[in-house]
Structures are given as C-alpha cells and as structure tokens.
C-alpha cells in the first residue's frame, strides 16, 4: 500500500500525462487542418480549371447541322454567365489569402469583363426569344 503522498504524486502525474496528451492531440489536429486548408496556388488553379471547362463546354457554341448555323440561346448563356462567375470567385479567394502580381489582377478583372458582357448578352438573346414568341401567336 502506498503513503498519502505516494497516491497524491502519482495522481499529479496521471493528471500531467494526460494533459500532455491533450496538448499533443490538440496540436496535431490544428497542423492537420492548416494542412488541410486551400492554399492562394489551389484557390487560382481551381479558378483556371472552372475558367477553361466553362470554354470548352458552357459557353461554346453549338453547330445546328439543319439550320447550317450557329445555334444560342439564353440557358446555354446562362450556364455560361454562372461558370464564369464561379471561377471568379475562386481568382478574388486566391487573391484575398495572398496571391498578388499582374497575372491574378488582369484574370480577375478579364473575368469581370466577360461576364458583364455575357449577361448584355443574356439580356438580348432572352429579349429576342421573348419576341419570338409573341410574333408566333400573331
């Protein structure tokens, strides 16, 4: 059997090994998720990835074999305007977390662009569309 103050110091340092397991957990799970985290590099990869599938898919225009011409209409610009405004805010993340210098600033205001050109674009063609429309049942 151990002594009063035997019992008190091995409770003192059951309690000081768990609080330095505490400690430990504490810190890895804090370096896991900065780890973890997105950096400025993925954020402006990702905007690049969201730009250039919004090209090649979203806002390419479709070839209608009957008509012998190009075919657009405002769901197709719509898609388009919604990629663009998703990559955009992936390029203002990266910018907010650090990346700095001429290429993000000239991609953010490029893609700022292109999208208020894209919803003109939108306003006609639904406009048109609407037209259309009405001429039919005339």
């Known amino acids: 059997m151990l002594a009063n103050w035997e019992q008190d110091r091995v409770k003192e340092s059951r309690v000081a090994l768990i609080n330095k ?3 430990v957990c504490g810190l890895l799970c804090v370096c896991g998720l ?3 985290m997105e ?3 993925d954020a402006y990869i990702e905007g690049l990835k969201i730009a250039g599938d919004a090209d090649r898919s979203d806002c ?3 070839y209608d074999q009957g008509a012998a011409t190009h075919v657009i209409n405002s769901a ?3 898609a388009c305007v919604n990629a663009n405004k998703r990559a955009l805010v992936e390029f203002r993340k990266a910018q907010e977390r650090g990346l700095e210098g001429r290429e ?3 991609m953010i205001e490029g893609t700022e662009d292109k999208i208020k050109r894209l919803e003109s674009m939108l306003r006609t063609v639904k406009r048109m569309q609407i037209e259309k429309k009405i001429d ?3």
Request: hydrophobic share 45%; net charge positive.
């Open 21 to 23: 397991a505490i400690i």
């Open 136 to 138: 039919r049942k005339y």
């Open 76 to 78: 197709k610009i719509s």
């Open 39 to 41: 950096s400025r590099h």
């Open 104 to 106: 993000i600033t000239l």
């Open 34 to 36: 900065v780890g973890c």
């Open 60 to 62: 390419k225009l479709v």
